[in-house]
């Protein structure tokens, strides 16, 4: 099984421009991201799909292979198709790993890749147990509703499941909450799927992209990691994310 694993990489972001580019101990965030995929044994190859030739430029003083794609692309997942397509390369998988996640690691890439091995779905994707009470009310963080098999039943900004008769401060003490982390890996048919279909209703309700394969009855299987990642939104992200690495490399 090839499996290739697509880094997107937009230069544009409204809360934190050029955010690719930051600095983080030396290095911009972009290469973090790339090492540490790059460093798991069971992907056969890293590209970097941007928007951005500043990106491009940097991306290849680092030796990594790196795709330019339309700017115009209208999400994520079709800069992953854009570039897989631009590569002329064959693979069963292509997996989706954001690159505002500097803190990934490849052990858990592995380990991902391996429990969904001969795993019956279309679209794999992680998800870890919320902790803390105020996760389950933020709507940044993205809630993953998943059956007994694993298998995800809706992805929601919402807290779901609702607990009708406790208080909403003890709810993470009485459910498992799941949060939804942005790593997928699509089968390339499920890939080739997504960017045939236009916008769903709720994809559009909810501005979550990966709703528009699950109303189109794709099967999303999950997997459950306890490695605590940092997504890089907001300038303050970017400070905890120096703080948190520079203690790392101590």
Request: with cysteine.
């Amino acid at each position: 099984m090839k499996i290739i694993a697509i880094i997107p990489s937009r230069i544009s972001s409204i809360r934190l421009p050029r955010k690719p580019l930051a600095d983080i101990c030396g290095k911009p965030m972009i290469q973090w991201v790339y090492e540490a995929v790059s460093s798991a044994k069971f992907i056969d190859n890293v590209i970097i799909a941007t928007d951005s030739q500043e990106i491009m430029d940097e991306c290849k003083s680092f030796g990594a292979d790196c795709i330019l794609t339309s700017p115009d692309l209208p999400s994520g997942t079709d800069r992953i198709h854009s570039a897989y397509k631009l590569s002329n390369q064959d693979a069963d998988i292509i997996l989706n790993v954001q690159g505002d996640e500097p803190f990934i690691q490849s052990q858990m890439l592995d380990d991902f890749l391996a429990y969904i091995s001969g795993k019956d779905f279309d679209v794999a994707t992680v998800v870890t147990k919320i902790q803390d009470n105020e996760d389950i009310f933020n709507p940044s963080v993205v809630k993953a509703v998943l059956a007994e098999n694993n298998y995800a039943l809706y992805f929601s900004r919402s807290p779901i499941p609702y607990l009708r008769d406790i208080p909403q401060e003890k709810w993470v003490n009485n459910a498992t909450y799941w949060k939804h982390i942005g790593i997928y890996a699509y089968k390339t048919h499920s890939l080739n799927r997504f960017v045939g279909l236009p916008q769903s209703n709720l994809e559009k309700i909810e501005k979550l992209e990966q709703l528009r394969l699950m109303e189109d009855e794709a099967k999303y299987i999950c997997f459950e990691t306890s490695y605590e990642l940092l997504a890089i939104d907001t300038p303050k992200d970017l400070e905890k994310a120096r703080v948190k690495m520079g203690k790392i490399r101590k």
